[in-house]
């Protein structure tokens, strides 16, 4: 069974540094991508970052490059977001997304090619 449990996020200040983290029940496989989107209020959801169980290969929003970094720890079935240099412009709801039996991680750019979701940690940034 698949499930997907954030945790991590909470409230500072720009300038700052958050890891998330996503336990990934059920889809640490070989050919599995796990990735984040996130949704400010008001906003749809955007794609931010993904990573290949497989082979680890990664993929970045052109928006949060530099500063994103997406990593996955095999032995606890865990992939991490660490952001870096927080603006407030990141605040948003994070959530962790999955696809299974995959050759690669799909485009980040459409959300419904995800089809498992988690329920989100909420990230806020104060300048």
């Known amino acids: 069974q698949v499930q997907l449990v954030e945790s991590g996020g909470g409230s500072v200040q720009a300038g700052g540094t958050l890891r998330l983290s996503c336990v990934a029940s059920g889809v640490t496989t070989k050919t599995s991508c796990v990735g984040w989107f996130r949704q400010a209020p008001g906003k749809e959801r955007e794609g931010v970052a993904s990573i290949y169980w497989g082979d680890g290969f990664t993929n970045y929003a052109d928006s949060v490059k530099g500063r994103f970094t997406i990593s996955q720890d095999n032995a606890k079935n865990t992939v991490y977001l660490q952001i870096d240099s927080l603006k407030p412009e990141d605040t948003a709801m994070y959530y962790c997304?999955?696809?299974?039996?995959?050759?690669?991680?799909?485009?980040?750019?459409?959300?419904?090619?995800?089809?498992?979701w988690g329920q989100g940690t909420q990230v806020t940034v104060s300048s």
């Open positions: 997304v999955a696809r299974l039996h995959v050759a690669g991680c799909p485009s980040l750019n459409f959300p419904a090619l995800y089809g498992y």
